[in-house]
């Protein structure tokens, strides 16, 4: 496994460039991450590029033995370029265009952008394209349109593209109607120019989510852009990536950004929410079955563990990237976290820490080029985050719990049960998968339901939490909710509209236990399925909770209201139907996780506790300890 | 009475019309409400109208007994519309235009706006006007300006004519200028053209109250520009009217709007606070002095009992419409409440609701053509709204307790004690009331204040409840507070500014009672009035807290905060020297309704306990019990 | 001493000219504040004056003995001129123009703007320059950019004159890019046009502190361009100064402003933060170590107290003006507090306590017109507190305990304690002092960080609280916080970034008692420096809370936490080491104060209980009992 650091050589004295180098191997670090920022050191006017100090600072960590990832410097165009064409930057929902002088508050759908970006590319890539020292390229940083609101830019240019976006998904103008069901307001196109960006409070869902879809697709296209430039410029052993951010709450589809990039990465940054930062290493593992890079983590010691580490090695990473070295002593990022004082000068316990780690024999055991598929498939769907992008207040005041916030839910009951995942997204096959979890699908097409509907049929396992299959790819409500696979789930739901709910939490009773649930609850009769468990209170009290029902070959596991406890309780069943190992629950935070290439069994104590002083059964059979006081990864060979 | 239901064709297949129809005379809905929102299904581009569609539904609704409510489609202006004249959308306060897209969103004062709106609503006229189905046509949708803002628009059209209306109202700028007192920051206009709409947040309180008047003014002549082409085109026995919202929070003029419609109407969705749906009904009785419709009100069956509908009918509707039936799956209100699901099947819980509420005999007596005036005004003053209206941060901090909640608050006491009221607004003459209710009438000309003292000099009951009259017509403070006023009072007030309260309650002494009194109290010295209750907390502890002052033939009881337990106190007083009826309270949420036509009084249970087990004696002097755990609405003849 | 009132003759009938000023002089007033808001009173058209009504209302006032201040009324254009040129509006970060129509929301930047402010300022100045009634001139009103966000101003002209002022300050590009740490996001400029104010939400440290610096000096360019057209005008003995206010919060010098005036003053309202009106006179006073103007002080009754009053004479007050006597009855200020109501009768409690305060014989001694050095300097950075005006959101998500909440609690201490101090700014020279008190001095240049070691090493007795220097001048981060006064400390600091504290509340020992300390704490390691108290929790625990150091001839204590117990500790100890006596602390809001002038002790009971009942010893040896609950102000000679 690598282990590296972002570096900005353009805002470090070259005087201090090889004491930093030294520190770096002195902390056990090899990679740099570099010049993702730098455009205006590389080109301070138009066409004026000044390369002497790269190429000084490029050789000389080649020389220590650095391996390089070069950053395209897109996601700051420089004053002389916002300066002659404003025009670049993304305009705000309100119709007001962003100020420069920040970061990523360019539009991506701009043509004027997007050549100078291309352009700036194309110039690195020649340059540097086969110089020993890089390994990979990152293209421009963190995509993901401005920060703190919704990825969007309501400009000239991104209102035209969307335009011929809508033209390419509906053909024509009656079937974009009916699906965006703009005869309700009398909002009928009756030309194409009529149609706008969702600027408007109360714009329809169908248009919020053509939008993200749009956005998530028009920064796929820069991506693409970029890497038309590069690829054929750089060596063949050079891979082209992107580091994304906002995985889960922005509706940017990057599964689908994998599609046309060598390699997949993320910045992942320490989450106290337990389970949140695995579920992502897994949806970058399952996007190309291959390992995938941590772009940045953070650099603080007080929170970071080897079981976060480990996490990141477990579930696939190919090498880890801490954020940063050391900074800029002003600008916007001057107080954020680094490896080193503003002089330069490491902090010891990092430098311990890195040593550590990097001593370990788990870090040093050679990383798999690709991955099985697991055997389980963990649904995420962009679809139900993008529902929640909506302006409008009237619905954004009733959804009382996000959707990323139920699938996390889930996905922590699987990490305490050592049920490893693939995450996979609607259109993902289900083939080779022997049990499907799906948390919370309120979106989902009638194409996605018959998938679902034959790996049952098939024999699979199906472990579905609410809600499920309220609307189609348009938004629209089916009829009924859930009504396409009400055979296979075996009961019938009744509309039940998302009220604001009378208390805060509701309860259902599973054999003599109480159980805690989120407040949204499915109101349903069932049909074929048995109830295991039916809410003690609030507007379903006396309804059914948990269900199983065999349909076809399989079977499916159903909780009608997102709830830890009845999701341990069908988790347990699904697995144990689908031949799948889980183990006993050791704590609130304490995951098991199988490793996907299938060589052993990883245990992370993310607690602040020891696991028991008397030890623990792990799933070889072997009993283990953990320092009490101490985070620990271990690996336990079978 | 009639049932009925909005129901949206244009968005429902033309094969599930039939079916829709059946379902709803099986609910025993027989009055349909149409076509507010359906502009581009009737012209789905300039002048090219397809009426085929609507022909057919209103023929078969026609056919099978229905009688329809037309409604003009101009709240939603279509794409082809606003895309060509973008200059009709509201501008916000803020002089950003708004996005196409949502409804309500185009501006009233905007000439060419207007000019579509009244040839869409000519055209529907002219062929409609002589269909037997119709009974009546609404105008528009809900006009109050942009939701969820204060009524506003800040366009060029808006800033012209709001001169235009200030050159009638005030005559000459230096009248404006002492009336609005821009003197005192240089703000001295010495051109018209000077003057804006409120868009400072500093603006003065005169160009406030004015701006609203103004847009109240401005709906009321987009009413009125309808009104004149529906009008000559249609039947007699149609009437033509608009349905309100908003009520009573955002300065519209109900009444006023009313002198120019056939009848009036209102959407009356439940609201939690007691009271507050019945003073929305005795408002717009009293606009005519004629039966009312509800033009929506809710579908949902938990929340909706009898006694809720059972006081439409006994305030005086003479029909209720439910919004509504079903929904488009999609767009902004697809997850709003309707009777059926979004495949149009019914609720049987609102099925059988409704069945039982047509099935009681008092939904089927005849409804009036007029009511008679109540014995007691209350009085409901749109100017006390609009004070609060105002963009000034120092000024909202200030307000404590809305001037309606206040106002609910005497409503409360009242409909308690059974006494019934027409509401009336300033300008309505007193003549034929014995006793006045004047709950934190803040605002008040002289001319109003003379009008009071008449009616009390003449031997009228005045029931008054801080705080009164410390402003005229255009904002301006009266040297001391309530001083028009003071000899009939029979105390002087100090002048009291609306400091934060320094606590959250205040209390009065009343005989041995501790009572309860909201944070704001005026602060007042007794000349000729009886001292009966007194302040023991608070900046006015020791002061008259309630009080009663004979002056002429008349008699006025006045609470100096407003407080339930002092209302109560002086209420029933009043209606004893008044020889009004009123009676024991049977509860917090129990209402007692003397029936505006006089035939008999109305007892409702809006509680969730049933009225007590034993009999409770009503005013005929017989016992009744309502059911245990029910609400209920009974009418009890004499 | 002098009492006053503000008084706005231009919005009062003159009928009742003569009756209000007699009923000031009933009250003890005999000073007048006017015209500071009445330039359409004058200038009703362009060029059109009126002045006979103010020549009228001078006379009256001269006749009946009352001296007169003159405001300038740039502080309202009227609508002629905004009309004219609405050009002159401040435009707000978000690039939209403010509408005219409240106050201070012209842009002083903009030299239209300015000509026409000269020209009034001149004819004003022209016309009662000699008029022996008048006394001095006031310019504008609160000169402090528009209210309720920060000072600012994105106009073309403020973007103009803030890339002049960049040249003065930083010379050449290179030299502004360093400074600003351009070159991390690529916003390096190649150009001065391509600069602009802090729009953008990531805008860097170093723009945003010079635009605060640019917009003070702009402020002080607008008070200059005033004075210079009055001064040369009017009689020598007439003093032209300005009112100031949003003292510490803003980012205004107002020491550098009070270098241009002939007297400086301030709007002092009550504050129930204890000391925090006692701070500000300090800066005033020591401004320019002469008697200052409270230009504005409540009217309210309530809170306002003897001790109150006693506190602005003892600072250095030499004339107080009551805001105000009386108000419009409408416009926006027409509830703001007042002496009379609406109708100009004076509230008897208003009179009576002016009657006592003028009564007293200390508001009948002489004022001095110098006042000498203290002995213990206070620092206020303004440069500081325009560390908090950044837009950033991650910045201010940071910053838990604002700067100026930290500097009035070690003033807190101070007062208690009896040491009365000068404030200073960086740039103050430190001789004269014994002691310098440097309260979370975080932005420090290595320049005054000289100026501190000097004093020190010369014998100075240096009370430092955290944090200190963590900043230079241009927002960079020294490599190490505090690295340049290190050996002068006697501590070495840890990089600490204010991360979100873990709890509210921090601990340290010190001897047996345990401390409350604020969240944020300075992690230090102790070089030459001896501990006194260390932390018992939080990320520093066991590391050194409060330390003394010998540096030079002199000494530090210094508390690495914003803490009153650590304070007074300390304070005690710098105290006696300089030789500065202090005394028992007698109550959380009862403060001592040695008069500048040298002539005697005061002490001021602003909390609701009596000074205990058997006597306290104060300074001079005496007893004292204050009676209970009452605040009192005495005056003790030694």
């Given at each position: 496994?690598?282990?590296?650091?972002s570096y900005y050589p353009e805002i470090t004295p070259e005087?201090e460039w090889?004491?930093d180098?030294?520190?770096?191997?002195?902390?056990?670090?090899?990679?740099?991450?570099i010049l993702e920022f730098a455009w205006s050191a590389i080109?301070?006017?138009?066409?004026?590029?000044?390369?002497?100090w790269l190429?000084?600072f490029?050789?000389?960590?080649?020389?220590?033995?650095?391996?390089?990832?070069?950053?395209?410097p897109?996601?700051t165009?420089?004053?002389?370029?916002?300066?002659?064409?404003?025009?670049?930057?993304?305009?705000?929902?309100?119709?007001?265009?962003?100020?420069?002088?920040?970061?990523?508050?360019?539009?991506?759908?701009?043509?004027?952008?997007?050549?100078?970006?291309?352009?700036?590319?194309?110039?690195?890539?020649?340059?540097?394209?086969?110089?020993?020292?890089?390994?990979?390229?990152?293209?421009?940083?963190?995509?993901?349109?401005?920060?703190?609101?919704?990825?969007?830019?309501?400009?000239?240019?991104?209102?035209?593209?969307?335009?011929?976006?809508?033209?390419?998904?509906?053909?024509?103008?009656?079937?974009?109607?009916?699906?965006?069901?703009?005869?309700?307001?009398?909002?009928?196109?009756?030309?194409?120019?009529?149609?706008?960006?969702?600027?408007?409070?109360?714009?329809?869902?169908?248009?919020?989510?053509?939008?993200?879809?749009?956005?998530?697709?028009?920064?796929?296209?820069?991506?693409?852009?970029?890497?038309?430039?590069?690829?054929?410029?750089?060596?063949?052993?050079?891979?082209?990536?992107?580091?994304?951010?906002?995985?889960?709450?922005?509706?940017?589809?990057?599964?689908?950004?994998?599609?046309?990039?060598?390699?997949?990465?993320?910045?992942?940054?320490?989450?106290?929410?337990?389970?949140?930062?695995?579920?992502?290493?897994?949806?970058?593992?399952?996007?190309?079955?291959?390992?995938?890079?941590?772009?940045?983590?953070?650099?603080?010691?007080?929170?970071?563990?080897?079981?976060?580490?480990?996490?990141?090695?477990?579930?696939?990473?190919?090498?880890?990237?801490?954020?940063h070295w050391r900074n800029h002593p002003a600008n916007a990022e001057n107080?954020?976290?680094t490896?080193c004082?503003w002089g330069g000068?490491?902090?010891?316990?990092?430098?311990?820490?890195?040593?550590?780690?990097?001593?370990?024999?788990?870090?040093?055991?050679?990383?798999?080029?690709?991955?099985?598929?697991?055997?389980?498939?963990?649904?995420?769907?962009?679809?139900?985050?993008?529902?929640?992008?909506?302006?409008?207040?009237?619905?954004?005041?009733?959804?009382?719990?996000?959707?990323?916030?139920?699938?996390?839910?889930?996905?922590?009951?699987?990490?305490?049960?050592?049920?490893?995942?693939?995450?996979?997204?609607?259109?993902?096959?289900?083939?080779?998968?022997?049990?499907?979890?799906?948390?919370?699908?309120?979106?989902?097409?009638?194409?996605?339901?018959?998938?679902?509907?034959?790996?049952?049929?098939?024999?699979?396992?199906?472990?579905?939490?609410?809600?499920?299959?309220?609307?189609?790819?348009?938004?629209?409500?089916?009829?009924?909710?859930?009504?396409?696979?009400?055979?296979?789930?075996?009961?019938?739901?009744?509309?039940?509209?998302?009220?604001?709910?009378?208390?805060?939490?509701?309860?259902?009773?599973?054999?003599?236990?109480?159980?805690?649930?989120?407040?949204?609850?499915?109101?349903?009769?069932?049909?074929?399925?048995?109830?295991?468990?039916?809410?003690?209170?609030?507007?379903?009290?006396?309804?059914?909770?948990?269900?199983?029902?065999?349909?076809?070959?399989?079977?499916?596991?159903?909780?009608?209201?997102?709830?830890?406890?009845?999701?341990?309780?069908?988790?347990?069943?699904?697995?144990?139907?689908?031949?799948?190992?889980?183990?006993?629950?050791?704590?609130?935070?304490?995951?098991?996780?199988?490793?996907?290439?299938?060589?052993?069994?990883?245990?992370?104590?993310?607690?602040?506790?020891?696991?028991?002083?008397?030890?623990?059964?792990?799933?070889?059979?072997?009993?283990?300890?953990?320092?009490?006081?101490?985070?620990?990864?271990?690996?336990?060979?079978?």
């Open positions: 496994m690598l282990f590296g650091t005087s090889k004491q180098l030294l520190n770096m191997r002195e902390a056990c670090l090899d990679t740099l991450r080109e301070p006017r138009e066409g004026e590029y000044q390369f002497d190429d000084r490029i050789d000389l960590s080649h020389s220590l033995g650095f391996k390089i990832i070069m950053g395209t897109t996601a165009p420089p004053p002389w370029l916002t300066t002659q064409y404003p025009e670049i930057m993304v305009v705000g929902r309100d119709g007001q265009p962003y100020t420069p002088g920040g970061r990523r508050d360019a539009d991506v759908c701009h043509e004027i952008y997007q050549h100078y970006s291309v352009q700036i590319a194309t110039v690195l890539a020649e340059r540097y394209g086969k110089h020993p020292a890089i390994i990979g390229w990152q293209i421009d940083n963190e995509l993901m349109g401005p920060e703190g609101v919704p990825p969007e830019s309501h400009s000239p240019s991104a209102k035209f593209q969307f335009r011929q976006y809508l033209k390419r998904v509906h053909g024509d103008l009656g079937t974009l109607n009916q699906r965006w069901g703009t005869r309700f307001w009398s909002q009928e196109y009756s030309d194409w120019g009529e149609i706008s960006t969702p600027q408007n409070k109360r714009s329809t869902m169908g248009q919020v989510l053509d939008h993200s879809r749009f956005f998530s697709e028009r920064i796929r296209h820069f991506i693409q852009l970029q890497y038309d430039a590069i690829r054929p410029r750089v060596e063949k052993s050079h891979w082209v990536s992107t580091n994304s951010t906002g995985v889960f709450n922005r509706g940017m589809d990057h599964q689908d950004w994998a599609s046309i990039l060598d390699t997949v990465g993320w910045d992942s940054y320490f989450s106290t929410f337990f389970g949140s930062n695995a579920l992502g290493h897994d949806l970058f593992r399952s996007a190309k079955h291959q390992p995938f890079w941590v772009f940045e983590t953070n650099s603080l010691p007080e929170p970071i563990t080897p079981a976060f580490w480990g996490e990141m090695l477990a579930h696939g990473a190919q090498g880890i990237i801490i954020w107080e954020t976290q490896f004082d000068t490491p902090d010891p316990r990092r430098v311990r820490f890195m040593q550590d780690i990097a001593a370990r024999a788990e870090f040093k055991s050679p990383i798999p080029s690709t991955f099985p598929r697991a055997k389980v498939a963990f649904l995420y769907c962009p679809d139900c985050t993008r529902t929640a992008l909506t302006p409008d207040p009237y619905i954004l005041k009733r959804d009382e719990v996000p959707y990323v916030s139920r699938m996390q839910k889930v996905y922590q009951v699987l990490a305490r049960l050592g049920v490893a995942v693939d995450v996979i997204q609607p259109g993902t096959g289900l083939e080779g998968y022997e049990m499907l979890v799906m948390p919370s699908a309120q979106l989902l097409s009638e194409e996605q339901g018959e998938r679902i509907r034959e790996f049952v049929g098939q024999g699979g396992t199906l472990l579905g939490v609410a809600k499920t299959m309220h609307k189609d790819e348009w938004g629209h409500n089916y009829n009924t909710p859930g009504a396409p696979l009400a055979d296979v789930l075996g009961f019938e739901m009744i509309r039940n509209r998302t009220l604001p709910s009378t208390s805060d939490s509701l309860h259902a009773k599973l054999g003599d236990q109480i159980i805690e649930c989120l407040p949204f609850v499915e109101t349903v009769t069932a049909i074929t399925a048995e109830v295991e468990a039916s809410f003690t209170d609030g507007i379903a009290a006396g309804c059914p909770a948990a269900l199983s029902n065999a349909y076809g070959k399989g079977k499916v596991y159903y909780a009608t209201a997102c709830s830890e406890g009845l999701v341990d309780h069908l988790a347990r069943k699904a697995a144990q139907r689908a031949n799948i190992d889980c183990y006993e629950t050791l704590g609130e935070r304490i995951a098991i996780f199988p490793a996907p290439q299938g060589d052993g069994t990883w245990l992370f104590n993310h607690s602040s506790s020891p696991i028991n002083e008397h030890g623990v059964k792990v799933p070889a059979g072997e009993y283990i300890k953990l320092a009490p006081k101490e985070m620990n990864a271990l690996k336990i060979n079978k």
